[in-house]
């Protein structure tokens, strides 16, 4: 490749520029600031500064009680917010010795696979989006309202479900909601060829995403990069494979753990696109679960005051963005002593220190978004 620079004048003794890329909201979800050193077209240096959506989450868990801490654990990466409730439910559970019920069990995982599903199709509509096609949104809209349609109905809430309790959930289904859910399902697989042919197969999507953005997976484990993002750089890593959780142990057969070597843009949205696909069939492996479980409870019955015992504890999850973890420590009150939260879209982003230097401002939208982050994710 052959590049020829014209017309520059006085500026061909080289001179960096810093550029400011935000802290408006420029096509991402939420308010991401990155700080540019280019050298002309070509980007010297990226720094990404955070904090602007940051809202203290990890001291107010100091003043709410197990229960209502729940609620500011849902937030902080608002498309999975079913999966965010986890991770702390998990680790209080823990910390009391506390077994959940095996219909608890295997509907939080249920749920879990469908909030993967949510989160997942936002992504598969809104990058193509930032690239400049914006059909997929409309199908990804359509197909989330179906799904989201079902886990209102059980919840009560189209994105922070509260549906999580200590001890399991917050009540019984809704007579009839396991066949709505099957029919949800299967509705949304028989149109995710959609983004198969029409994104994937995409010519110019593929012009603009393959090759661009390679993440190594020495830089993965330098940066602590999880989820779909690491996957695509070759780390062979999945929670739900490796250290099992909820039911995910009866559920190896149908986990299947996608990875890419190539680290790129087209990688990363592949890895994506394909965990959807599994989502949705592990989501079938719960329903088809459930319909042989014999009736009994969905949740413990806990005390009018929840204290967990003295100690400390840390449970992590698979959320759809990649590892996110709760260290607990508990001085025996109702409330946290601490709670500290890793969020993975935190240190997904760093990685782009590595990944934006050498590439050109052109590439940098389609770079960005191929990090599926979620502002409130990073800031908490």
């Known amino acids: 490749m052959t590049e020829t620079t014209v017309g520059i004048g006085g500026a061909a003794e080289s001179t960096d520029m810093v550029l400011n890329i935000g802290p408006q909201h420029p096509s991402t979800h939420g308010v991401l600031r990155l700080r540019l050193v280019l050298d002309g077209e070509r980007i010297v240096s990226a720094e990404p500064v955070v904090g602007y959506m940051h809202r203290g989450a990890e001291k107010l868990f100091e003043a709410r009680d197990y ?12 498309l999975s917010a ?3 409730e986890l991770g702390v439910v998990m680790a209080v559970e823990r910390m009391l010795g506390m077994e959940v019920p095996e219909r608890a069990v ?11 599903v949510l989160n997942h199709l936002m992504f598969l509509g809104s990058y193509p989006l930032e690239l400049g096609g914006i059909t997929p949104i409309f199908h990804a ?34 007579a009839g909601w396991l066949g709505r859910a099957r029919e949800a399902i299967a509705d949304v697989r028989t149109r995710m060829n959609v983004y198969d042919d029409l994104v994937r197969g995409n010519e110019i999507f593929r012009g603009r995403t ?15 990069v999880s989820g779909p993002i690491a996957r695509a750089s070759g780390v062979d890593f999945d929670l739900r494979r490796d250290e099992p959780y909820l039911a995910y142990g009866e559920l190896q057969d149908v986990l299947k753990v996608v990875t890419r070597t190539e680290g790129d843009c087209l990688a990363r949205f592949e890895v994506l696109l394909e965990q959807t696909h599994n989502a949705l069939d592990l989501a079938v492996a719960c329903l088809d679960r459930m ?42 009150e109702k409330t946290p002593y601490r709670l500290k939260l890793r969020s993975a879209s935190y240190n997904n982003i760093q990685a782009l220190a590595v ?12 770079i960005l978004g191929s990090l599926f982050f979620v502002v409130g994710d990073i800031d908490k």
């Open 355 to 366: 990944l934006l230097p050498g590439q050109l401002v052109a590439d940098m939208v389609s």
């Open 67 to 78: 229960r209502q801490i729940v609620m500011l654990a849902n937030r902080h990466d608002w």
């Open 106 to 116: 295997w509907m939080r995982t249920l749920l879990a696979e469908l909030n993967r």
């Open 291 to 332: 319909a042989e479980l014999a009736p009994g409870p969905i949740n413990q019955r806990l005390p009018k005051v929840l204290k967990a015992p003295e100690g400390e504890t840390y449970a992590w999850t698979e959320n759809p963005l990649g590892i996110n973890g709760y260290y607990l420590v508990s001085k025996g």
């Open 210 to 224: 393959r090759g661009v953005g390679v993440l190594s997976a020495e830089a993965v484990h330098a940066y602590g």
């Open 141 to 174: 809209f359509r197909e989330r309202e179906e799904l989201q349609a079902v886990m209102e109905e059980i919840s009560g809430g189209r994105m922070h479900y509260m549906f999580n309790r200590v001890g399991g959930l917050k009540e019984d289904l809704p």
């Open 82 to 84: 079913f999966s965010n």
